[in-house]
């Protein structure tokens, strides 16, 4: 059955590359981009409901990798709608060919400016952010919480308390977050093996492990593989 995107979208025209341009110049929030058989069409602040799942990151470029975790998470949570973000403060000319090959796999991509995770979440109150290992320890990072010159030098109490503060506030959103293990120099790695921050009872259900899942694909390495074969 098609659900109210795929139904908007058919009644939309394309203008990938204009909207895109609007998307990087502020003048939009977001947009999604899909394929519903006539090539891709975007719908520019189309409303993401509750329960969406999203997959943030800047899919340069999308790989096996992306897909199938939000296809895991996805038969994890039950959800039947998968929407990809990435970001929008890169030049339009990039976005635009990113997206194309995006929506050319069979993903529907949502383009947005927002970059960290509270932006995220005031723009899209109540989604499941599916991220992996490497995004999980950037979330409890304190370096993004802390008041303007304050992290140097500041106390590892006072670290956790600006962590703790930024997480109740995503909370409030009634986000979460689905996370899938990764593998690095030290072995594999997920929130039930090396969780890194201990969390108040109230937050317990913000992170869930993705379970039985590695995401060992590199999107460095694939572009590193990439410019060799385009000069070979």
Request: hydrophobic fraction near 45%; proline fraction near 3%.
């Amino acid at each position: 059955m098609e659900d109210a995107l795929g139904a908007a979208a058919r009644h939309a025209g394309s203008g990938l590359k204009d909207l895109l341009t609007e998307l990087v110049a502020g003048k939009l929030t977001h947009l999604v981009a899909l394929d519903v058989g006539t090539g891709v069409v975007c719908l520019p602040q189309a409303e993401v409901p509750e329960g969406t799942m999203l997959l943030p990151g800047s899919f340069n470029p999308v790989h096996e990798g992306h897909e199938e975790m939000a296809r895991r998470a996805a038969e994890m949570l039950g959800r039947l709608r998968v929407v990809n973000a990435d970001k929008g403060a890169i030049d339009v000319e990039t976005l635009c060919s990113r997206l194309e090959k995006a929506v050319a796999r069979g993903n529907r991509i949502l383009a947005s400016r927002a970059t960290l995770f509270q932006h995220k979440a005031d723009v899209f109150p109540g989604c499941v952010f599916v991220v992996g290992y490497d995004s999980y320890r950037r979330i409890l990072d304190a370096k993004y919480y802390a008041p303007a010159g304050a992290f140097e030098g500041s106390s590892d109490e006072e670290r956790q308390a600006w962590v703790i503060t930024a997480l109740q506030k995503l909370h409030s959103k009634r986000v979460s977050f689905v996370v899938a293990g990764r593998v690095d120099g030290d072995g594999f790695k997920s929130i039930e093996t090396h969780s890194i921050l201990k969390l108040p009872e109230e937050l317990s259900g913000l992170f869930l492990a993705l379970p039985d899942f590695r995401n060992d694909i590199s999107s460095t390495a694939l572009r590193a593989k990439a410019a060799h074969e385009s000069t070979a």
